[in-house]
């Protein structure tokens, strides 16, 4: 059974027991990133949905703190015993990942159905 949810810059859909979370828009700047991520946290803190899919296909590039939020989005899912699995995302994402590298840190999946089936 799938539930969906919305907001501005996210779409949820809930698939059993994994979470889809969809980026509707391009990352916003620097300081608002932080709207972007805390409806997520409320879904892992609040409602205890600690397998998520976060879909980046909107997400052409990758602003720092959207990294810092990523990363602990990332410590959050498994602390509560779960995982993130990041898909769709873009060449210069997958470079910024790389770069960094923090491409080790996520489960990195080409598609939205890869990063569902990584669950089953």
Known sequence: ????HGSHWLEREDIGEVTVVRLKTEFPVENTIGEVFEPIY???DS???NRLVLNLAAAKHLP???LGE???????????????????LSP???????TTHLSDLFSIYPTEHDALQSFA
């Open 42 to 44: 409320t879904i892992v």
């Open 64 to 66: 720092s703190a959207a």
């Open 70 to 88: 990523l990363i602990m989005l990332n410590r959050k899912v498994q602390v509560g015993g779960g995982r993130l699995a990041l898909c769709h």
């Open 1 to 4: 059974m799938s539930t969906t």
């Open 92 to 98: 210069f994402v997958e470079e910024v990942l790389g």
């Open 47 to 49: 409602l205890g949905r």
